[in-house]
């Protein structure tokens, strides 16, 4: 998700820089003072309780910005990331902000601060006034707008600014000239960001070898637990030795083992674009693993996909390569196919849907040859990508 906040004085060009970057990254925009406005036209309960507050150029209690933003913002999952416009306007609404931002296991990208003088402000909110028709764009208004600024917002800036997220944009400079000053942080904020992606799908949906294509094709690392298990099998490593001797004792392998292997991947892959992940999380605990060792990278997941295809065709698919050399030892019998199509259905169905509720997953029909299956999947990482560059 790409996230991001304009912040400065009523007047700065906050709602116009808006207009653009919504349109150029495909971000919803979340504008607590249009919000705020609708609700007092409807004449809703908390519309009327922030109206005279408004009016007089104050701000709304923090418990009305939180009411009113969380909501939008929980049911919106799925959008490329959000534009604020006028929020965190308070100290406390920083940390409201963190807190949103980590239900949604995401994080603010960056803060962007148009800087104008005063003076300016005033002149810009007086001429807006002729036309705007808000009760808020009169002289003694602004002035007292501006003091709730200076007061309150400012110190928000420190907030960022320890987080090293905060840019300072000259707001007095032509509209093109800040777009393009604006565009160029993003940027340079977004080749810092991992693509994350979470290749789900039954087994014989192709997983495995649109995942390892997709990788190639876009520069990202793939990691896939049961190769990677595997690997270590056949090379026979002393991780390997342990994980022979629990199959031969009948025991899974415990999470403390796969975490071990992805935590090494993560570690030491350099300058990768980000994951594709295949084959975990498997079960919900793997989920919050996932989460926890991306954060612990500064990281979250991107993108969500589940390759769908109808059971007989996996059946007949699976049925098909135990035939040939590509037969898996998991995959040679009928008896240990229904389990593993089980197995998938028990566990990591409720992961999918976890997911589905949490970030959105995006459904990728798999029937098809494998071009055309990869065609589509491409399509999906390619917007991934596009709205994050
Ligand atoms: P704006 O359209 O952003 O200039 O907001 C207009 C007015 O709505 C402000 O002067 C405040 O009274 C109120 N408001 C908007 N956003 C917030 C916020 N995040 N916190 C408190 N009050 C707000």
Redesign the pocket.
């Known amino acids: 998700m790409l996230n991001i906040a304009l912040f400065g004085p009523?007047g700065a060009g906050?709602g116009t820089q808006s207009e653009f970057l919504i349109q150029k990254y495909n971000l919803f925009y979340i504008?607590?003072?249009?919000m705020?406005?609708k609700e007092s036209s409807a004449k809703t309960v908390l519309g009327l309780e922030?109206q005279s507050?408004?009016s007089s150029?104050?701000?709304?209690?923090?418990e009305i910005?939180v009411q009113i933003i969380e909501k939008t913002i929980t049911e919106n999952p799925d959008s490329n990331g959000f534009l604020f416009?006028?929020?965190?306007?308070?100290y406390i609404?920083a940390y409201i902000l963190e807190g949103l931002m980590l239900k949604l296991n995401t994080s603010l990208t960056c803060l962007i601060s148009l800087n104008v003088s005063e003076e300016e402000s005033i002149a810009r909110l007086l001429n807006r006034g002729k036309t705007s028709g808000r009760s808020?764009d009169n002289e003694t208004v602004i002035r007292n707008?501006l003091r709730?600024y200076n007061e309150k917002t400012l110190p928000v800036l420190q907030f960022y600014k320890e987080k090293g997220i905060c840019h300072d944009v000259d707001g007095t400079a032509d509209i093109e000239q800040v777009k393009n000053e604006i565009t160029n942080i993003i940027s340079t904020e977004l080749q810092k960001k991992l693509l994350n992606i979470v290749l789900f799908g039954y087994p014989g949906s192709g997983r495995g070898s649109q995942g390892k294509a997709l990788a190639e094709r876009f520069g990202l690392e793939y990691v896939a637990t049961g190769e990677m298990l595997e690997r270590e099998i056949k090379q026979r490593t002393p991780l390997g030795l342990k994980i022979i001797t629990m199959y031969e004792n009948g025991n899974l392998v415990p999470d403390e083992i796969v975490v071990q292997l992805i935590e090494k991947k993560l570690a030491t892959s350099k300058n990768v674009k980000g994951y594709i992940f295949k084959g975990f999380p498997r079960t919900l605990v793997q989920s919050y693993i996932l989460d926890g060792l991306l954060r612990k990278h500064g990281s979250s997941i991107s993108k969500i996909i589940e390759i769908e295809v109808p059971a007989l065709e996996l059946i007949n698919r699976l049925d098909e390569r135990s035939k040939t050399d590509r037969c898996m030892p998991y995959d040679d019998s009928t008896s240990k196919i229904v389990k593993r199509l089980k197995e998938h259905e028990v566990k990591t169905v409720p992961v999918i849907a976890k997911y589905n509720q949490l970030h959105g997953v995006t459904k990728i029909d798999g029937v098809g040859t494998f071009q055309e299956v990869f065609e589509r999947l491409s399509f999906e990482i390619e917007n991934g990508f596009k709205y994050m560059r």
């Open positions: 009523p906050k504008s607590t003072g249009d705020l406005r922030a507050i408004i150029g104050g701000l709304v209690s923090d910005i416009d006028g929020f965190p306007r308070t609404q808020d707008r709730e």
